[in-house]
């Protein structure tokens, strides 16, 4: 249900509570809501901290929603980034892989945008697996480690791999959000002593899954994509670094779908060697910047 004067009513709630976004969130819990009894519910959850997507139930990127589980990652706005590059390299009819797909948010947006080509999914954890699997078709998502949970089948034929690893530093955790501390599973979070250890791993299992002309997609923070670059060209990899936007400041987190800019991060773009120059896509050759 929504009216103006039920989410005028929920905002100050939001706002009192720290909330930057508290008109736009009161906006989305009127919305949201089936009964103003429902709406004041939601509202207090949120006042008291949980965040504003486990309040609502769903999150939402480049128009794609997903449903997001108590514990699963929520999808942050600057992934954007790697959604729109993996879009931009998967051909219609092309094989891709979300590895760490928590919600399956990233899958769920190539399904959208290349609907015949067949894109599947993997976690570690079992929570974010059931997710996943209300979001994007069961039998796609893979439980398990990394590439070890594909299908044999799948090797040498990968277009994309798309993988928002885990890569907060160890010592970090403690220091992030209260939503991302209590809210969000350390499996979601923790990449190791410099937060690059899953990385690490992917880079030595990637290659063999890949396509000739196949791309690996992964996000850092901005000050680990030098050594990131690094990792992935130790795997053979021809590695290529992008840098979403920096703008708002860390704790003004935005509700879902909302389209501004967040703080800076890096999508590592690592292709294959050059096997085949000729039938390479353009947007898979080296370039640093
Ligand atoms: C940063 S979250 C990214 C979730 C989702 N791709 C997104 O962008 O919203 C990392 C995810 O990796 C999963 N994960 C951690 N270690 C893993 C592993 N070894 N194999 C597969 N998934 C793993 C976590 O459970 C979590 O869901």
């Not at 403690?174 to 499996?187: F, G, K, Q």
């Not at 979070?189 to 992964?218: E, F, I, M, N, S």
């Amino acid at each position: 249900m929504s009216s103006p004067t039920l989410a005028d009513s929920l905002t100050p709630l939001s706002r009192d509570a720290g909330c930057v976004f508290a008109e736009q969130e009161a906006h989305l819990i009127a919305h949201h809501a089936r009964t103003p009894a429902h709406a004041a519910d939601l509202a207090e959850r949120r006042a008291a901290g949980t965040p504003l997507e486990h309040v609502l139930g769903w999150a939402r990127l480049r128009g794609v929603t997903v449903r997001v589980d108590p514990g699963v990652f929520l999808p942050r706005p600057r992934s954007a980034l790697l959604a729109d590059l993996a879009v931009g390299l998967l051909p219609e009819r092309g094989v891709a892989v979300d590895l760490c797909c928590g919600s399956g948010i990233l899958a769920a947006i190539l399904i959208a945008a290349r609907p015949h080509a067949r894109v599947h999914a993997v976690d570690l954890d079992p929570n974010a697996v059931a997710c996943a699997r209300r979001n994007l078709p069961a039998h796609r998502v893979h439980h398990g480690d990394l590439c070890a949970a594909l299908p044999p089948r799948l090797r040498g034929r990968v277009d994309v791999l798309v993988a928002n690893v885990p890569h907060v530093p160890t010592d970090r955790l403690r220091l992030l959000p209260a939503e991302a501390r209590l809210y969000e599973a350390p499996l979601a979070l923790d990449g190791g002593p410099d937060g690059l250890d899953v990385l690490r791993r992917l880079a030595r299992q990637a290659p063999g899954r890949l396509a000739p002309t196949g791309t690996v997609l992964v996000e850092t923070a901005a000050h680990q994509a030098g050594t990131a670059r690094k990792v992935l060209a130790d795997a053979g990899l021809r590695p290529e670094v992008r840098t979403a936007p920096t703008a708002t400041p860390p704790s003004s987190r935005p509700p879902p779908g909302d389209p501004r800019p967040r703080p800076a991060s890096s999508s590592v773009r690592a292709g294959e060697p050059v096997r085949a120059p000729a039938t390479r896509p353009a947007s898979s050759r080296v370039s640093y910047g």
